[in-house]
């Protein structure tokens, strides 16, 4: 069964501008949830899909949005890029987000550095 | 408000020694935890985890010990080896979402 997949690997962008990561979840998994990481802070809850609904939502600013297609499919978008949001963005998938014992595989991440 | 601690950010033992990383949560409403494993450039990887109801997870060279009334949980890996060495984070939940811990860069020298 393939893995987490998350396009593109590598992003390099410029304040002021937005962009737009996506992720496919392995195959059956119907909830995606989506991290930051950033040195010393470890991994940062963005927000979770599941359904094509909005789940969960962590601490972050209204620039930072998310959809999930009908596929399962899902894609974050961070608009007005800030220097600060240089991040590896994670995403994870998973198979049954209300039980507690439920394990969140992660796609390897997309590296954005803003300049 | 960090929740999810984990106080060492590095962590260097022999091959063979016992590894052990710490990690403490302050919300009570956890009842689930999880470590992850993490090598550079790719995701983290599920790794073990453990119930409330628990004190104890084993599982091969890998066991989860928790401290509810300390609230802190500790992974220890014995014997250690070099291809353990990697980032570690601890993760907690009480149902929704995941609150992770800072990471430990564990080290394992030949």
């Known amino acids: 069964k393939a893995g987490v997949t998350q396009t593109p690997r590598y992003l390099i962008k410029t304040r002021g501008q937005q962009v737009t990561l996506s992720c496919s979840p392995i195959s059956g998994h119907r909830s995606v949830s989506w991290y930051q990481q950033t040195p010393g802070q470890g991994l940062q809850f963005l927000f979770e899909?599941?359904?094509?609904?909005?789940?969960n939502k962590g601490n972050f600013p209204g620039r930072f949005s998310g959809r999930q297609f009908s596929n399962s499919r899902s894609e974050m978008n961070v608009s007005t890029l800030e220097l600060g949001d240089s991040a590896l963005y994670l995403c994870a998938s998973s198979s049954s987000p209300g039980l507690i014992t439920d394990t969140q595989y992660f796609g390897p991440g997309t590296r954005l550095t803003v300049l | 408000d960090q929740q999810v601690k984990q106080n060492s950010p590095s962590l260097s033992v022999q091959e063979g020694r016992i590894s052990i990383l710490n990690c403490d949560y302050t919300?009570?409403?956890?009842?689930?935890f999880l470590w992850y494993k993490k090598y550079p450039a790719e995701g983290p990887t599920f790794l073990i985890s453990i119930s409330s109801i628990k004190d104890k997870n084993e599982d091969g060279r890998f066991t989860v010990f928790l401290n509810k009334s300390a609230k802190h949980l500790s992974l220890h890996i014995v014997p250690s080896q070099p291809g353990d060495s990697a980032v570690y984070f601890c993760?907690?939940?009480?149902?929704?979402?995941?609150?992770f811990g800072e990471g430990t860069q564990l080290t394992v020298n030949p």
């Open positions: 919300n009570s409403m956890f009842d689930y």
């Open positions: 899909y599941f359904s094509e609904t909005q789940r």
């Open positions: 993760a907690a939940t009480s149902g929704s979402r995941l609150t």
